[in-house]
């Protein structure tokens, strides 16, 4: 059956209250008419004020209207069911963000097609025309248009069907043909064919750009987290030290807790200004690349074409300020007069304030934290060590053909010559080392060594690091596996991943070794009349340890012998 105009009537029979067509229709007092349902439900819901009025026209009754059926409305709309009326989903009404239908009448239907010859959008009833009339077949029926306005020619109200390269511009067959006669002329599709590849690089640009941001921003805000940790962290050991004395430097004490939290704050705001400024520019790319996004989907070239120009224009980059953090938390003033403590009191003149280097491994923004100075919690006497000594042997299935272990495992010497070992597994191929055979157990673990010769290498590796290779992965101190103290004549040098840091301080033969599991600490010392502190790495204890040596030639390592009583 064909489409019949009755359906053009259809908002004649919907009721007010659920905008579909009559179902039971009554008839109240107004002359208005609902579905006996819905204008029950109404009043009830207005049983509490006593108040009954027409949803539509809102006049008022002193009581409730009876409720009749429209015998006639009831008749005309079952009749109506044998109608063919298209009510798809493409025929509900046009919201507020919908295309209308330009030919309904009353309430408008959303469009579903636009017709660039007509320049009317229809919806789908009205659109049976185009389809079925043989007088508009050759009509141009295109998807739905929201801005036909923008694809008229402003001089001829003629679409916009070419692009002229020459003026950069949309023009309708009759510019073409006369003014733009001699230009350089193409259809819409091409150039945007071609200028979409363009668009496209200069979104993978303005992605890359936008990652780069948010990698500086999460590096800032690192950076931020950094200098609170860092902070807090002086906080807790100047706190500690200060505690334990008397009251007559509590004046110092809350001078060094002012002046960390007045550095902390001037640090925390240099960085914050650049986090402000990333976020900015990153909101700025993000809104430019969701509406080149939104551009390319789109299947309306006119558009593409006219928008194009304005989202091509390149953001401006404001750049990034190069940020250093100033990690020097105290004067030197203030470190000096803490150090000078240690000389006035004397239940603790036999402890010292030790310089120390320290390197934090798994710190943030994986940068190096060199402290050079006088370290508070490092404030501690050789015999606090020796009630963690462990016993200590070195493993010939470890040990280098020219390295010869002897005195009952407690000394390796580089003698260059081979040495008749079996072959293992576990044996170092390349580099003249050897590793202990123990694994602490415990949770601190303290030992001594003393070298000899032109220089020494003395670490920790993990169980698992490779020993057969020539490369930096066998090598203590070249690899993320290992710690290392290279000790020589002339200076100390601390190597961790390859990385290297020359330590200034006199020569001792005696290195003291401590570990402690639960604070992530592996600390090199000085051992003569007394202990200096050289370096500490801040580590994270994830694989099995054991205490490692490479010599130079004609060098040795002699394991020491502890007493937990030793003074």
């Known amino acids: 059956m064909a489409v019949t105009p009755l359906s053009l009537f259809v908002d004649r029979y919907t009721c007010a209250v659920c905008l579909d067509v009559l179902k039971e229709p009554v008839t109240i007092p107004c002359g208005h008419s609902y579905c006996v349902k819905c204008i029950d439900h109404y009043w009830r819901q207005l049983d509490t004020w006593r108040v009954y009025r027409c949803p539509e026209c ?17 008749d005309l709309l079952e009749r109506l ?17 919908d295309v209308p239908c330009d030919v309904c009448p009353g309430r408008k239907r959303k469009a579903s097609k636009t017709c660039l010859t007509c320049l009317v959008s229809y919806c789908e009833t009205h659109l049976q025309p185009h389809k079925e009339l043989q007088a508009f077949k050759k009509h141009k029926v295109e998807a739905l248009s929201g801005n036909l306005k923008e694809k008229l020619c402003r001089k001829h109200h003629r679409i916009l069907e070419i692009y002229c390269r020459t003026d950069k ?13 001699s230009h350089d002329t193409v259809t819409p599709d091409r150039e945007r064919a071609r200028r979409q590849i363009r668009m ?25 987290r950094g200098i609170q940790r860092s902070a807090e962290r002086e906080m807790r050991k100047h706190e500690e030290m200060l505690k334990s004395v008397l009251r007559s430097i509590e004046r110092l004490r809350l001078e060094v807790t002012n002046l960390i939290g007045d550095h902390k704050r001037k640090e925390e705001r240099k960085a914050e200004d650049v986090i402000r400024r990333l976020e900015k520019e990153i909101k700025e790319l993000r809104r430019r690349d969701a509406e080149m996004a939104e551009l390319l989907q789109t299947d309306d070239h006119i558009h593409f074409l006219q928008r194009f120009p304005s989202l091509c224009v390149p953001v401006e980059d ?43 491994v798994v710190g943030w923004v994986s940068s190096d934290v060199n402290c050079v100075g006088h370290n508070l919690d490092s404030l501690t006497s050789r015999s606090h060590f020796l009630k963690y000594s462990c016993p200590l042997s070195l493993d010939p299935n470890t040990a280098h053909r020219c390295l010869h272990v002897f005195e009952g495992n407690k000394k390796v010497m580089d003698k260059r010559t081979v040495t008749p070992y079996p072959d293992h597994p576990d044996r170092f191929g390349f580099w003249p080392q050897v590793l202990c055979s123990e694994v ?12 000899t010769g032109k220089w020494a290498d003395i670490g920790v590796a993990c169980k698992g690091m490779e020993r057969k290779g020539w490369g930096k992965e066998c090598g203590l101190g070249r690899n993320d596996k290992s710690w290392m103290l290279s000790c020589s004549h002339s200076s100390y040098v601390v190597c961790h991943n390859n990385m290297k840091t020359e330590i200034g301080a006199l020569c001792t033969h005696r290195i003291g070794i401590y570990l402690d599991l639960p604070a992530g600490f592996l600390s090199f010392y000085s051992v003569s009349f007394t202990m200096t502190l050289l370096h500490r790495f801040k580590i994270s204890f994830t694989e099995p340890l054991c205490l490692g040596f490479g010599l130079g030639l004609d060098s040795s390592v002699t394991i020491c012998h502890l007493n937990p009583y030793d003074q």
């Open 58 to 74: 809102r006049r008022s009754f002193d009581r409730r209207p009876e409720l009749n059926r429209n015998t006639t409305l009831a």
């Open 318 to 360: 404001g750049g990034v300020p190069a940020l250093t953090i100033n990690r020097d938390f105290l004067p030197t003033t203030l470190k000096t007069s803490l150090s000078d403590l240690n000389k006035n009191l004397e239940d603790i003149r036999d402890w010292k304030f030790l310089k120390s280097r320290e390197t934090s």
């Open 81 to 97: 069911k044998g109608v063919k009326v298209d009510v798809s989903p493409s025929q509900s009404y046009a919201g507020p963000d």
């Open 169 to 181: 511009t949309c023009v309708c067959s009759l510019c073409a043909a006369t003014e733009h006669k």
């Open 200 to 224: 496209e690089r200069r979104k993978s640009e303005m992605e890359k750009r936008i990652e780069e941001k948010e990698k500086k921003l999460k590096e800032m805000k690192e950076m931020v």
């Open 440 to 451: 602490p157990s415990g949770t601190r673990c303290y030992w001594e060594v003393e070298w």
